[in-house]
Nanobody, 128 residues
Framework: QVQLVESGGGLVQAGGSLKLSCAAS????????IGWFRQAQAPGKEREFV??????????YHANSVKGRFTISRDNAKKTVYLQMNSLKPNDTAVYLC???????????????????WGQGTQVTVSS
């Protein structure tokens, strides 16, 4: 089992920045690719895939909605993945969750939602 704990969320004004962390513990001897998702709390809003980073850090993905503003990175020594969020907008408001996929999962499957473990999320609120 792997436990994921997100932190770094909070309230920020539009145009501001936040840096989210996803810390892994438990059975972390297996490397994991990590994805960030967000779930806005408005009726009818589906979970949105925001960014992902391959287990070895050599490949990343950013959704078009955040490209150029958000950057995913990882520090494997600290077993932590980060999501640097700049130029935040009110519609970035959501609960942000991270998820882990073992390194045996192909990158294409990772991008298609092939995650095994999920964190509880951290709230990000962007005021206008």
């Amino acid at each position: 089992q792997v436990q994921l704990v997100e932190s770094g969320g909070g309230l920020v004004q539009a145009g501001g920045s936040l840096k989210l962390s996803c810390a892994a513990s438990g059975r972390t001897s297996t490397p994991y690719s990590i994805g960030w998702f967000r779930q806005a709390q408005a009726p009818g809003k589906e979970r949105e895939f925001v960014a992902a980073i391959k287990w070895n850090g050599d490949t990343t993905y950013h959704a078009n909605s955040v490209k150029g503003r958000f950057t995913i990175s990882r520090d494997n020594a600290k077993k932590t993945v980060y999501l640097q969020m700049n130029s935040l907008k009110p519609n970035d408001t959501a609960v942000y969750l991270c998820a882990a996929a073992p390194n045996t999962v192909p990158w294409g499957v990772v991008l298609d939602g092939g995650y095994t473990y999920w964190g509880q999320g951290t709230q990000v609120t962007v005021s206008s």
